[in-house]
């Protein structure tokens, strides 16, 4: 009975009385992902060789979110509209930018380990991106700390805004037990 009211409604609308509002209602094109304007751009761009970056990033870390990747490339606001217009260019260093994937990556694995997840949401990864970036990161330091504080970072990981993960994340866990001393909650 289904297909036939599909039937019906596709044989109403070919006909001549078909109006600009009825278009709207039979479209099925999807709207462009992150990726495909990667793919288009890579083409395209004047600016290719900053997505073909973005494309060897994800490629190498692809359980990074592309929209996760952007902020990591550039300082540059309006990342995400700057890349879809094709206009997006990798700003910082790309051996920085490639070790700070290598070290969000070892803790992102650690701590979908811990947590026992698949997957980490994009503020997740923006709020260890946060503490990384960070001039006096030591990250052996903490990946110590991610194996000591354990309870603290499952605690961390359930929040769901970035300034509350990073903070309970960094005070709790990566700071913990250091000499300098940290404002408490």
Same mark, same amino acid.
């Given at each position: ?13 070919i ?26 751009h ?17 490629k ?5 979110p ?12 309006? =990342? ?6 094709? =206009? ?5 260093? =790309?051996?920085?930018?490639?070790? =700070? ?19 980490l ?9 946060k503490?990384?970036?960070? #001039?006096s990161?030591?990250? #052996? ?30 005070k ?7 000499r300098?001393?940290? #404002?408490?909650?």
């Amino acid at each position: 009975m289904l297909q036939n009211n599909y039937a019906f409604l596709f044989i109403t609308f070919i006909n001549d009385e078909i109006e600009e509002i009825d278009i709207s209602l039979l479209q099925v094109q999807k709207c462009w992902s992150l990726k495909d304007y990667l793919k288009h751009h890579m083409a395209v761009s004047e600016y290719k060789d900053s997505y073909q970056f973005v494309d060897d990033l994800l490629k190498t870390y692809p359980q990074m979110p592309l929209a996760f990747l952007l902020p990591l490339c550039t300082g540059v606001d309006n =990342k995400e509209r700057q890349f879809r217009l094709g =206009k997006f260019k990798v700003t910082k260093n =790309k051996n920085w930018i490639t070790g =700070k994937a290598y070290e969000i990556d070892e803790i992102t694995c650690f701590v979908k380990k811990i947590c026992g997840v698949k997957v980490l949401k994009k503020n997740d990864f923006l709020a260890i991106y946060k503490i990384v970036s960070d #001039e006096s990161y030591d990250h #052996e330091n903490m990946l110590t700390k991610l194996n000591i504080r354990r309870d603290e970072v499952i605690e961390s990981f359930k929040m769901s805004c970035v300034s509350n993960i990073y903070d309970r994340l960094y005070k709790k866990v990566y700071m913990f037990m250091r000499r300098e001393k940290i #404002e408490q909650d």
